[in-house]
Structures are given as C-alpha cells and as structure tokens.
C-alpha cells in the first residue's frame, strides 16, 4: 500500500502541473448495456475529463458453460448476443477514444460455489485483461472495483499506482439468492476490501460509519443526474404511455424487495382516477406483485434505456419514492428533480437533506396527502429550485470530486 500511496501521490503532483494523466480500470458489477446507473455513469463522465487518459470498464465474465447448456436462454435478446460475441471473439469494443468495454469470460464452471475457483476465473481474467492494458498502452491505473469477491486484485494487479473501492450496496442484501453462509463470506470480503484499498467511496451515511471503522480514507459519494437529458423536447411520445390516463404518479427504476408494494396498492385503490407507472425492471425473485390483486390503474411499462427515460418522465405529474425504510439514498432522486416535477417520498434517512426540494411522508395516509398536495402545485420557483439542485449534483459533477480525491492523493500524509 505504501507503494501505491507514493505512485498516486507522484501522478497526482503531475496531474496538478498537467503534466500527466491518470487512466482507469474498472471491474464493474453492471453490464454496459444495463439501464445506466452509477458505475456506467461514474467511468462515461472520467472519460470524458482532460486529466484522464482513457477508461477501460470490465463488465461482469460470463459462463462459457452455460453458453454450452443454454444457449437459447443465453443468447436470447440482442444485449446478450452482443456480449457475448465480445466475449467470445476476446475484443475490445471502443465506445469512444477514451472508453474501451471488455466482456471476460469464467472458463472453469461453479465459480459461484467454490470460491477457489472463482478466484481462479479471475486470475485468468487478469493474465488476458494485462495483455490488453499493455496493447493499449494504459499508464497510471486507477483500479476501480465493486465486487468484495475482486479483493485478491488488490494484490494481484501491480500495474494500479491506486485502488478504489466504490462499496455502492450492501451487497450481501443486494444478494438476494445468496444462502446465509455465502452472505457471510461477502461481509467479510466486504470489510477487507474496505480496510486495504487506498480510497474508499460509500453512498450512504449507514456505510461511511461502517467504512471509516476500517478505512478513514472512506467518503460518502453520492448519486447522480444526467441534468440535459429531462431537459430534451424531443416531442416523442412513447407508445406504451399514450393511452394512459392522467394525472400520473411515476416512478424510475428497479421494482424489488425495497418496493413498498402495499403503499402503492393503498395508493392505487384511494385514488382511482390516478394512474401509478412504474419504469423499470422488476426483481421477480425478491418481489410478488400478486399482492396488488385487482388494481387496474397500476402499470408496469418494464425497463428502458436510460437515455429514454426523459420522453417517460416529461409524461409524469408527480414522482413518487414508494420505499420501505432503507438506508441507502434513492438512486434516481436527482433524475427525478432534474424534471422539476414534484417529488413524493417515504420518509428514509436520506431524505432528510432535501427537504424544501421534496414532499416526505412518514406514513401511508400523510403519502397520500401529500400527493394529493403535489397535484395541485403549479409553481414555477419551485420547480427552478428543484431543477438547479439537481444540476448541482449532476454525473460530471460527481466526476470532478472523484479527481479532486485522487488528486489530494492523501498529500496530508
């Protein structure tokens, strides 16, 4: 570690005289083409800087064994035949100059069950991935990771002058197939990966408690918008929404365990006049929608690309935050002020911060005053506020503290 601290710490001397530039490599947990969240979004907006050199983002291997046994499950959709004829071929696929996607491939199979031989996998990943940085000529690596299970790149990967950990989830929650004992082997990956990376980066508050226990190198790194795109008028109207009535509660992203199903059935049924769209994948192993029984002013419009969510949002009367009480802050807090629409939540621990920018409800009959509250809203003030918030944290943003941290580089050292 001391080695790296003085690599990032040379480079970092150098980036402040413009003199050099920093590159990253990021084992990323989120495939590329996923609906573009914190990981995609936190490499696309570094590549775009000055002061870095190029990006190089690994999405999650795939199992060449069940490409062998379930091909048709495997290759079914255009995304996934894309991956893995990347994978497959051993090529690059340059989304830009600066950002370079790799798609790996898990050759030994039950890398899930046999931790030995995930590690296996992943030093073989590593051997291929070397080849690649040295054709592409990358300098002053950055290793970003996700994973707990990627700690052995902490040692492994002696080309990195600075290892991040970006800790975006309680991953043995996130987890939802896991058993118990496989949970616990996460946590404490978790903890090792927190305590020996050089810099640690957390998305809530829960976490920067936990994270600075370990590492006082740990900082809280919030969410992000992409501000321009809820700004576009493309006059698109999405054909799946056209004939949905109005006023609309929407709601962006992933429908799972944290969906607060019983909220949106009191909703639906109390305001029958009102419909509830939901954008966004749904987790059906963590969540039933059954329990919604009848409710036919509920839609479920499924996942979309991030870059279309604007031509759903612009469609919305109010956004709603129908959460059961987590700690980690909502992902699409920002997207939602970015379209100046008012904002309905429960009330979470992370809310606390955007009061005056959104409307929190600590229970299911203050949720439903205060939509009702947000329907009647017509004020331009707020929605500018609204939207100047969301400006201020958008993904660029995000990217300038991540290059002020290396750049600081631990020079109080």
Same mark, same amino acid.
Request: net charge positive.
């Given at each position: 570690?001391?080695?790296?601290?003085?690599?990032?710490?040379?480079?970092?001397?150098?980036?402040?005289?413009?003199?050099?530039?920093?590159?990253?490599?990021?084992?990323?947990?989120?495939?590329?083409?996923?609906?573009?969240?914190?990981?995609?979004?936190?490499?696309?907006?570094?590549?775009?800087?000055?002061?870095?050199?190029?990006?190089?983002?690994?999405?999650?291997?795939?199992?060449?064994?069940?490409?062998?046994?379930?091909?048709?499950?495997?290759?079914?959709?255009?995304?996934?035949?894309?991956?893995?004829?990347?994978?497959?071929?051993?090529?690059?696929?340059?989304?830009?100059?600066?950002?370079?996607?790799?798609?790996?491939?898990?050759?030994?199979?039950?890398?899930?069950?046999?931790?030995?031989?995930?590690? $296996?996998?992943? %030093? +073989?990943?590593?051997? &291929?991935?070397?080849?690649?940085?040295?054709? !592409? *000529?990358?300098?002053?690596?950055?290793?970003?990771?996700?994973?707990?299970?990627?700690?052995?790149?902490?040692?492994?990967?002696?080309?990195?002058?600075?290892?991040?950990?970006?800790?975006?989830?309680?991953?043995?929650?996130?987890?939802?197939?896991?058993?118990?004992?496989?949970?616990?082997?996460?946590?404490?990956?978790?903890?090792?990966?927190?305590?020996?990376?050089?810099?640690?980066?957390?998305?809530?508050?829960?976490?920067?408690?936990?994270?600075?226990?370990?590492?006082?190198?740990?900082?809280?790194?919030?969410?992000?918008?992409?501000?321009?795109?809820?700004?576009?008028?493309?006059?698109?109207?999405?054909?799946?929404?056209?004939?949905?009535?109005?006023?609309?509660?929407?709601?962006?992203?992933?429908?799972?365990?944290?969906?607060?199903?019983? $909220?949106?059935? %009191? +909703?639906?049924?109390? &305001?029958?006049?009102?419909?509830?769209?939901? !954008? *966004?994948?749904?987790?059906?192993?963590?969540?039933?929608?059954?329990?919604?029984?009848?409710?036919?002013?509920?839609?479920?419009?499924?996942?979309?690309?991030?870059?279309?969510?604007?031509?759903?949002?612009?469609?919305?009367?109010?956004?709603?935050?129908?959460?059961?009480?987590?700690?980690?802050?909502?992902?699409?807090?920002?997207?939602?002020?970015?379209?100046?629409?008012?904002?309905?939540?429960?009330?979470?621990?992370?809310?606390?911060?955007?009061?005056?920018?959104?409307?929190?409800?600590?229970?299911?009959?203050?949720?439903?005053?205060?939509?009702?509250?947000?329907?009647?809203?017509?004020?331009?003030?707020?929605?500018?506020?609204?939207?100047?918030?969301?400006?201020?944290?958008?993904?660029?943003?995000?990217?300038?503290?991540?290059?002020?941290? $290396?750049?600081?580089?631990?020079?109080?050292?």
């Amino acid at each position: 570690m001391r080695l790296a601290i003085f690599g990032l710490r040379y480079y970092c001397l150098n980036l402040k005289k413009g003199m050099r530039k920093v590159s990253f490599v990021c084992f990323s947990i989120n495939n590329w083409e996923k609906r573009k969240a914190r990981k995609q979004q936190f490499m696309l907006h570094l590549s775009y800087r000055d002061d870095v050199d190029r990006v190089l983002y690994i999405e999650p291997a795939l199992n060449i064994f069940r490409l062998l046994f379930f091909p048709v499950s495997e290759l079914r959709g255009k995304e996934n035949r894309k991956r893995w004829f990347r994978a497959l071929s051993l090529k690059t696929k340059p989304i830009s100059d600066k950002f370079i996607i790799i798609t790996p491939l898990f050759f030994i199979p039950f890398a899930f069950r046999v931790h030995f031989i995930y590690n $296996l996998n992943l %030093f +073989i990943i590593l051997t &291929l991935i070397r080849r690649k940085i040295k054709k !592409i *000529g990358l300098d002053g690596i950055v290793l970003w990771l996700y994973h707990p299970f990627d700690y052995p790149l902490l040692k492994w990967f002696k080309e990195k002058v600075f290892a991040v950990f970006d800790w975006a989830e309680e991953w043995a929650d996130y987890f939802v197939e896991y058993s118990s004992g496989k949970k616990d082997r996460v946590r404490i990956f978790e903890e090792r990966i927190v305590r020996d990376a050089d810099l640690v980066f957390v998305v809530s508050e829960e976490l920067l408690r936990l994270a600075r226990e370990n590492n006082p190198n740990s900082y809280q790194l919030l969410d992000g918008t992409d501000y321009e795109l809820f700004q576009r008028e493309s006059g698109y109207t999405p054909y799946d929404i056209r004939g949905i009535r109005k006023p609309i509660l929407g709601y962006l992203g992933t429908i799972k365990e944290r969906t607060d199903l019983e $909220l949106v059935k %009191f +909703i639906a049924k109390s &305001l029958p006049t009102v419909s509830l769209v939901f !954008i *966004g994948d749904i987790h059906y192993r963590s969540i039933d929608l059954n329990c919604l029984g009848d409710c036919e002013n509920i839609y479920f419009l499924g996942g979309k690309d991030y870059e279309e969510l604007g031509n759903y949002a612009k469609f919305f009367d109010v956004c709603i935050l129908p959460y059961k009480r987590v700690s980690s802050p909502p992902t699409k807090i920002f997207d939602y002020l970015a379209t100046g629409k008012p904002v309905v939540s429960t009330d979470l621990p992370a809310m606390a911060r955007y009061k005056g920018h959104i409307l929190i409800a600590t229970n299911k009959e203050e949720f439903l005053e205060m939509i009702k509250i947000a329907l009647m809203e017509n004020n331009a003030a707020n929605q500018g506020l609204r939207r100047e918030l969301a400006k201020e944290n958008s993904w660029a943003k995000r990217a300038d503290e991540i290059m002020n941290y $290396l750049k600081k580089g631990l020079s109080d050292d």
